[in-house]
């Protein structure tokens, strides 16, 4: 028994000594009840919804500002229906109401009038939701609903898109960090750096061969995605194969700043994991709509190259977009960023 306890005192002494361990055991099951705890929301509030009034009548202005003071909707005016489908367009808006010119008259003379509701269809469960939360404020029998983008709601032409995203970032980050890591525990950097060849050149031959076999893989998923699951597909293949590269690089490059910083590549790849993977996962609109979570946390997602690239290709997948410049810019920026930083780290290993 005293044997039994000495080895157990033991163990507790080393692994209060053992920073990794009290990390993987205290901080990391706290920071995922943090993160699901907020991210993870079914409730929906402050729906960004568009009108268009051809009515303007005292009866519409009350019937707004009844539907506000729910707190289920956010209201912006739009002059014309088509203003109100470039803000779906761009995915300023998830809801819309366009109020006919005869709907006060209708309504008092009939007792309802028809009001035509456009959802964006693109995630099938929000579409959903939205649609019965419209219903619990007005008669089915007034309801005009249209679901744009996906008219049946096949949740799957929402959830395969994003497997693309995910997919890059496994490649572009953990086996790229990986491989680095790899080779420098090896021994490996030590061999080359004695040759002739330059740092850069180095670093860019062990990330492009990942890169090109993200970039096969992306028109692998679309071809299954287009022959097997019949996912739309609207946009043009040469817009998805810029905006594919373009993701590379802030991926290329967050996976580069890892791997200056981490020592071994078991801690590459749990790094790798837990600031890539998951936050992809959860915080940038893969499953859990990103307007949904509290206002610091949709900040986070932003620094997040899956947040942008999502957007990206369900636009191009469902919507037929075909230029996307502030995603562009916020994946420019983070890649330089990234960059930035793995250069900072590199130089401190170096000296």
């Not at 306890?5 to 990391?28: C, S, Y």
């Not at 920071?31 to 509030?45: E, H, R, V, W």
């Not at 022959?227 to 590379?248: A, N």
């Not at 791997?259 to 078991?266: D, G, K, N, P, R």
Request: aromatic fraction near 14%; hydrophobic fraction near 50%.
């Amino acid at each position: 028994m005293h044997s039994f306890l000495t080895i157990l005192w033991k163990e507790f002494i080393h692994i209060r000594r053992d920073r990794r361990t009290v990390v993987i055991a205290f901080i990391f099951p706290l920071f995922m009840t943090i993160l699901f705890g907020y991210a993870i929301s079914f409730d929906l509030k402050q729906i960004p919804t568009g009108v268009v009034d051809f009515d303007k009548s005292p009866q519409v202005r009350e019937m707004l500002l009844s539907l506000s003071a729910s707190e289920y909707f956010n209201f912006t005016i739009y002059p014309s229906v088509k203003e109100m489908s470039d803000g779906f367009q761009k995915g300023d808006l998830k809801c819309g109401f366009v109020i006919p010119p005869e709907f006060s008259r209708n309504l008092s003379r009939k007792g309802f009038s028809k009001i035509q509701v456009l959802i964006d269809g693109s995630d099938a469960n929000l579409a959903r939701k939205i649609s019965q939360i419209i219903q619990r404020f007005f008669l089915k029998s007034s309801l005009n609903i249209k679901f744009l983008y996906n008219p049946e709601l096949h949740s799957r032409n929402f959830v395969v898109p994003g497997l693309i995203v995910i997919l890059m970032t496994i490649l572009g980050v953990i086996l790229t960090t990986r491989s680095i890591v790899g080779e420098r525990e090896r021994g490996n950097f030590e061999l080359l750096s004695t040759t002739p060849v330059r740092g850069e050149i180095i670093i860019l031959g062990k990330l492009i061969p990942y890169g090109i076999i993200a970039l096969i893989n992306v028109f692998i998923i679309t071809g299954f995605s287009l022959l097997i699951f019949h996912i739309p597909f609207k946009g043009s293949f040469l817009s998805l194969f810029f905006y594919s590269l373009l993701f590379l690089f802030p991926t290329l490059a967050l996976g580069t700043m890892i791997s200056a910083f981490a020592t071994t590549e078991l801690t590459a790849i749990t790094v790798s994991f837990v600031s890539t993977m998951l936050p992809s996962i959860i915080l940038s609109g893969f499953i859990f709509p990103v307007r949904n979570m509290p206002q610091w946390l949709q900040w986070i997602s932003k620094i997040i190259p899956a947040t942008h690239f999502l957007h990206i290709v369900r636009g191009i997948f469902l919507k037929g977009i075909g230029v996307f410049p502030r995603e562009s810019l916020w994946l420019f920026v983070l890649g330089v960023i990234y960059l930035l930083i793995a250069t900072q780290g590199v130089k401190k290993r170096v000296e």
